[in-house]
């Protein structure tokens, strides 16, 4: 029951069943056959930047949004016969929490990549593509940075955690390379100064279907 008042369209209510639900499985422990009752989500967002070689300012981005919502992340690189070539990154949690982390993640990433390419239009025509994608890259270091500092962690049992490390097991492919590289210090300045009025925040069921901006 508390699990299904925490799919609730009133945050208040979605937010105070979950905990109620997670004390219940502590205080009383959970067995496997309980466990396997627990529904998990997932949900794919489309990398922005990646086909191969993960991007680590969309990783950092991903994660912490992944943090928020109690789900873990997990990539998978797009095929070279893939007609849309960029990768996915997976996130898998609690099925009521996976939309809302859905939701959140493609609102920021669509903000974060809007900013990155203002930020990089505006930059000295004399300097070089290379300069400017080193510039870009601290840019959304700067961002993300700024985004963490409002991110808390959403607390689940170890219970339900080792169910969802399990699902992420089972649908691993194994481990990708991620792509380090360079950036900007001037535009690492930028982007914190233009990420510090981004914040992750939770929405509810009932605004997952809103409209993107």
Request: proline share 3%; with cysteine; glycine share 8%.
């Given at each position: 029951?508390?699990?299904?008042?925490?799919?609730?369209?009133?945050?208040?209510?979605?937010?105070?069943?979950?905990?109620?639900?997670?004390?219940?499985?502590?205080?009383?422990?959970?067995?496997?056959?309980?466990?396997?009752?627990?529904?998990?989500?997932?949900?794919e967002?489309?990398?922005?930047?990646s086909?191969?070689?993960?991007?680590?300012?969309?990783l950092?981005?991903?994660?912490?949004?992944?943090?928020?919502?109690?789900?873990?992340?997990?990539?998978?690189?797009?095929?070279?016969?893939?007609?849309?070539?960029?990768g996915?990154y997976?996130?898998?949690?609690?099925k009521?929490?996976?939309?809302?982390?859905?939701?959140?993640?493609?609102?920021?990433?669509?903000?974060?990549?809007?900013?990155?390419?203002?930020?990089?239009?505006?930059?000295?025509?004399?300097?070089?593509?290379?300069q400017?994608?080193?510039?870009?890259?601290?840019?959304?270091?700067?961002?993300?940075?700024?985004?963490?500092?409002?991110?808390?962690?959403?607390?689940?049992?170890?219970?339900?955690?080792?169910?969802?490390?399990?699902?992420?097991?089972a649908?691993?492919?194994?481990?990708?390379?991620?792509?380090?590289?360079?950036?900007?210090?001037?535009?690492?300045?930028?982007?914190?100064?233009?990420?510090?009025?981004?914040?992750?925040?939770?929405?509810?069921?009932a605004?997952?279907?809103?409209?993107l901006?």
């Amino acid at each position: 029951k508390c699990l299904a008042l925490s799919q609730s369209s009133e945050p208040h209510e979605a937010a105070a069943a979950l905990r109620q639900a997670q004390k219940l499985m502590m205080l009383h422990g959970v067995d496997q056959v309980d466990l396997d009752r627990v529904e998990l989500g997932e949900a794919e967002i489309r990398s922005k930047a990646s086909v191969s070689q993960v991007k680590d300012w969309e990783l950092w981005l991903l994660s912490l949004v992944a943090k928020a919502f109690g789900c873990q992340l997990m990539w998978r690189p797009s095929h070279s016969e893939a007609r849309d070539y960029y990768g996915r990154y997976v996130l898998i949690g609690l099925k009521a929490q996976v939309p809302l982390a859905e939701y959140t993640a493609t609102v920021l990433l669509r903000r974060l990549v809007k900013a990155r390419g203002a930020f990089t239009t505006a930059l000295p025509s004399y300097l070089t593509r290379g300069q400017k994608i080193i510039e870009a890259d601290g840019f959304c270091c700067g961002w993300v940075q700024a985004v963490e500092r409002t991110v808390h962690k959403f607390a689940l049992s170890p219970e339900v955690t080792a169910q969802i490390t399990n699902r992420v097991e089972a649908l691993s492919t194994g481990r990708h390379q991620l792509q380090h590289r360079e950036f900007g210090n001037y535009g690492l300045q930028a982007g914190r100064e233009a990420g510090d009025g981004e914040s992750i925040h939770r929405p509810v069921a009932a605004r997952a279907n809103l409209r993107l901006t």
